[in-house]
């Protein structure tokens, strides 16, 4: 429980804050700056063989990763 | 007013004289139970909980429940703070289940633990603006509005001395109701997340994001800087001497009743005769106090913060200052 605890930033930036970004950018126009019709970048695989919302996944994790061994998002 | 606290000659009194006719006006106002503070912490979770099935089902914008999300995350503390005071019924009174469930309920909007917010608030309360003991010192302790801001946005962090202040608390006393607090705490934090995730996995993550966790964290942004920053700001240590009258371009309604937070610090006699009593009440039990602390003070009016003010102001406890 303590791990959870420990790595709950990990999984906040992975499973909360990435969706949220690629949902922020599917959503919106902003994701005709990213040169994907709108709302289909998603199903895209856009860089790396990745999706929009795995890609911000990845980097929402490893800003929790991030966070948690500096001890802040900021 | 009775004539006899009109009459006192209270600037020769005693502070247990004082404190004798502070009780004598707070039995006053020993009345039942307060129904619009239970319709409050009602309305305000009923709202917020049909928010989400309105959103989901399209029958609600987001953009327009975002902000009555903001406004319900705003007014769930102050229902919490009278549970926390056993304001709503004392232990072993016949609504004592009330109090509890109103606390725990408006807690959890706030994704914290009623008992952990009781026995900080309380421990608050005891040491108010010591540092090392009083778990809101850093909230406190900002010499501008804008310190104060990053102090919170630092309470919101993994791991800063700001957002281990609760925790350090929690530890230090480690009584039964903390040790319940903690289990608390873990059940609610991972529920919070819990939900986000799981809206998160099924394409709503921004209705997770504007219904809750947003709304949560700009409340607490207004929660520490009205109802902990203002009060107490500048202040020392002491029963009248810890908490201070504040005005606001935004008024009392704007500012949860904080420009009159000093009421809830000269209570103290008003808890012990009128436990009952919720927030609300304070501020009537106040009015008649500040006629009596008024005459006692005459030497304070020059202070810039002593303007007359609706419900109480420091200015009437001035003389112990």
Known sequence: MELIFKYLPVLFGGLFLGPVTAEILTRSSLIDHLGRPSGQADAEQIALGLSLTQLCMIAGALWGLVAVFRGRWI | ?321
């Open chain 2, 1 to 321: 007013m009775s004539k006899a606290i009109t009459d006192a000659e209270v600037a020769s009194l005693s502070d247990d004289a004082l404190m004798r006719l502070e009780r004598e006006i707070a039995r006053k106002y020993m009345t039942g139970l307060s129904i619009p503070m239970v319709l409050w912490p009602t309305f305000n979770v009923g709202i917020w909980l049909s928010l989400w099935p309105l959103v989901i089902i399209g029958s609600l914008p987001l953009w327009v429940a975002a902000p009555i999300a903001l406004l319900n995350m705003m007014l769930a503390y102050l229902p919490s703070h009278d549970a926390q005071h056993d304001s709503y019924a004392r232990p072993g009174e016949r609504l004592r289940w009330l109090n509890q469930t109103i606390g725990h309920v408006s807690s959890a909007l706030l994704a914290n633990s009623y008992r952990i917010l009781r026995e900080t608030h309380l421990e608050h309360h005891r040491h108010a603006n010591k540092p090392g003991l009083d778990p809101d010192y850093v909230s406190h302790s900002g010499t501008t509005a804008w310190e104060t801001l990053w102090n919170s946005l630092m309470s919101m962090q993994p791991d800063t001395p700001a957002s281990n202040t609760y925790l350090a608390t929690i530890e230090r006393l480690g009584n039964e109701n903390c040790r319940k607090g903690k289990r608390d705490q873990a059940i609610i934090t991972l529920s919070h997340f819990g939900i986000l995730f799981v809206m998160a996995a099924n394409g709503m993550a921004l209705e997770a994001f504007f219904l809750w966790w947003l709304p949560l964290k700009l409340a607490v942004f207004y929660l520490q800087f009205y109802l902990s920053w203002a009060p107490h700001r500048d202040m020392g240590t002491g029963r009248y001497r810890d908490t201070r009258s504040f005005r606001s371009i935004g008024g009392t309604w704007w500012t949860s009743g904080m420009t009159a937070h000093v009421c809830t610090t000269c209570t103290r006699a008003f808890r012990w005769t009128a436990p009952q009593q919720p927030l609300k009440r304070c501020c009537r039990f106040c009015a008649p106090v500040k006629s009596m602390w008024r005459d006692a003070n005459q030497f304070l009016l020059a202070d810039s913060q002593g303007e007359a003010h609706s419900f109480c102001s420091h200015l009437m406890f001035g003389r112990v200052l």
